[in-house]
C-alpha cells in the first residue's frame, strides 16, 4: 500500500533552517510528481511546493519562493523540503503528498519557527 513518511520537523529560530524528507514506498515513485503542503492552526491546508516526476520542474507558494526548495531523489525513493530563513508564519504541521490531487498524504511533520 501507499506510504508516506516525513521527517526532520522541529523547534527552529526565525531566520533558521530546516530540512524536511518524506520517504515513499508502495509505488513506482518516479511516475509521479509530489508536493509539499502545510496547515496552520485554524487556517485551510495549502500547497507548499510542488515537482515534477523527473524534478525538471518546480512550483512554489509565494510566500516561499526564494527560501524553500523542493527536491527529489528518485534512487532513494524521497522528496525533500529544504527551508531557509523561516519565520514565525511558516509555523504548521507539514505534509507530503503523491502528485497534487490524490488522496495519499503523510503523517505530517510539525514545524515551529519561535524565538
Known amino acids: 500500500q501507499v506510504q508516506l513518511v516525513e521527517s526532520g520537523g522541529g523547534l527552529v529560530q526565525p531566520g533558521g533552517s530546516l530540512r524536511l524528507s518524506c520517504a515513499a514506498s508502495g509505488f513506482t515513485f518516479s511516475n509521479y510528481g509530489m508536493s509539499w503542503y502545510r496547515q496552520a492552526p485554524g487556517k485551510e491546508r495549502e500547497l507548499v511546493a510542488f515537482i515534477s516526476k523527473t524534478g525538471d520542474s518546480t512550483d512554489y507558494a509565494d510566500s516561499v519562493k526564494g527560501r524553500f526548495t523542493i527536491s527529489r531523489d528518485n534512487a532513494k525513493n524521497t522528496v525533500y523540503l529544504q527551508m531557509n530563513s523561516l519565520k514565525p508564519e511558516d509555523t504548521a504541521v507539514y505534509y507530503c503528498?503523491?502528485?497534487?490531487?490524490?488522496?495519499?498524504w503523510g503523517q505530517g511533520t510539525q514545524v515551529i519557527v519561535s524565538s
Open positions: 503528498r503523491r502528485s497534487r490531487i490524490s488522496n495519499y
